[in-house]
């Protein structure tokens, strides 16, 4: 995907809403909104959005894991595995 591809100026923007709104949806491609020949945004439909928020949530969670394993802060796995079995058994 190329973002050049898709950029628009403000005033499209303004004067042309619902025809962007459903282009975004329908392409699911985001679009580089200019003010003044400056790219000052960058819109996408919300199902696009939440699906990236949710990609970036894992890639937090991994880059956490690797620097815990960097840092030494692990433990084995039976140890892991243990400590899950006595919370559930203290819960029941």
């Given at each position: 995907?190329?973002?050049?591809?898709?950029?628009?100026?403000?005033?499209?923007?303004?004067?042309?809403?619902?025809?962007?709104?459903?282009?975004?949806?329908?392409?699911?491609?985001?679009?580089?909104?200019?003010?003044?020949g400056?790219?000052?945004?960058?819109?996408?439909d919300?199902?696009?959005?939440?699906?990236?928020?949710?990609?970036?949530?894992?890639?937090?969670?991994?880059?956490m894991?690797?620097?815990?394993?960097?840092?030494?802060?692990?433990?084995?796995?039976?140890?892991?595995?243990?400590?899950?079995?006595?919370?559930?058994?203290?819960?029941?």
């Amino acid at each position: 995907m190329r973002l050049s591809k898709q950029v628009k100026p403000i005033s499209y923007l303004k004067s042309h809403a619902a025809e962007v709104l459903r282009t975004l949806r329908e392409r699911r491609e985001p679009l580089v909104i200019t003010q003044n020949g400056e790219a000052k945004a960058v819109i996408q439909d919300l199902e696009s959005y939440e699906e990236t928020q949710e990609t970036l949530a894992l890639l937090k969670i991994l880059a956490m894991g690797n620097r815990d394993i960097e840092e030494g802060r692990t433990s084995p796995v039976e140890d892991a595995v243990a400590r899950l079995r006595t919370s559930r058994s203290s819960e029941a």
